[in-house]
């Protein structure tokens, strides 16, 4: 009985943590929109699973919605990539 209660007490507390870390996944990307022809980098927080695959449907999507068009998804990384990423991103830093 004590070890099925241990049990339940630890997949708890990993599910109840499974929210926060999807909450703590960005993706960097470069994006493009035409007449005249723009380019940019930037860098999303990720709503979704923290996965290359869905990264790239979630940004082209909310891209989408503002009028760009995603060219690539370059990677997906937790907050320590963060401040690495700012300078190059400027004003697409977390913008979208």
Same mark, same amino acid.
């Given at each position: 009985?004590?070890?099925?209660?241990?049990?339940? /007490?630890?997949? %708890?507390?990993?599910?109840?943590?499974?929210?926060?870390?999807? $909450? =703590?996944?960005? &993706?960097?990307?470069?994006?493009?929109?035409?007449?005249?022809?723009?380019?940019?980098?930037? /860098?999303?927080? %990720?709503?979704?699973?923290?996965?290359?695959?869905?990264?790239? $449907? =979630?940004?082209? &999507?909310?891209?989408?919605?503002?009028?760009?068009?995603?060219?690539?998804?370059?990677?997906?990384?937790?907050?320590?990539?963060?401040?690495?990423?700012?300078?190059?991103?400027?004003?697409?830093?977390?913008?979208?």
């Amino acid at each position: 009985m004590k070890q099925i209660t241990l049990s339940l /007490v630890l997949m %708890l507390g990993l599910l109840a943590a499974l929210p926060a870390s999807a $909450a =703590e996944c960005f &993706a960097d990307y470069k994006a493009k929109r035409d007449n005249p022809l723009k380019l940019h980098y930037g /860098v999303m927080q %990720l709503q979704q699973s923290c996965d290359r695959q869905s990264a790239r $449907a =979630e940004v082209s &999507a909310r891209l989408r919605q503002n009028g760009w068009t995603l060219l690539n998804v370059v990677s997906v990384f937790g907050p320590d990539g963060l401040e690495g990423r700012k300078a190059n991103a400027g004003r697409f830093f977390l913008r979208f």
